[in-house]
């Protein structure tokens, strides 16, 4: 069974930094392409970030230069970095790893920035 669990959301305040964390198990996520996407209230799930099973990157407009998406598949993991974060940013962040159009989610961690 395949279960994706997410880490370090929380309060932080604009300009702050936050890392996200997100580790899989019951696949070989070296073969997967893995994302992150975020929906703030009232509004779609957006594409964050993602990164290909080869490691090329990609990034909405809104965080290029400020979000940094890596993956480490000996630990079947894959992390948002987030650098001065703004109030816009605040959303509930989900990580995906997607294969062959099949994707898996994980629960969601929520990020507000505010002070």
């Known amino acids: 069974q395949v279960q994706l669990v997410e880490s370090g959301g929380g309060l932080v305040q604009p300009g702050g930094s936050l890392r996200l964390s997100c580790a899989a198990s019951g696949i070989i996520a070296s073969l997967y392409a893995m994302g992150w996407y975020r929906q703030a209230p009232g509004k779609q799930r957006e594409l964050v970030a993602d990164i290909t099973s080869s490691g090329s990157t990609n990034y909405a407009d809104s965080v290029k230069g400020r979000f940094t998406i890596s993956r480490e598949n000996t630990k079947n993991t894959v992390s948002l970095r987030m650098n001065s974060l703004k109030p816009e940013d605040t959303a509930v962040y989900y990580c995906?790893?997607?294969?062959?159009?099949?994707?898996?989610w994980g629960q969601g961690t929520q990020v507000t920035v505010s002070s």
């Open positions: 995906n790893f997607r294969i062959y159009g099949t994707d898996y």
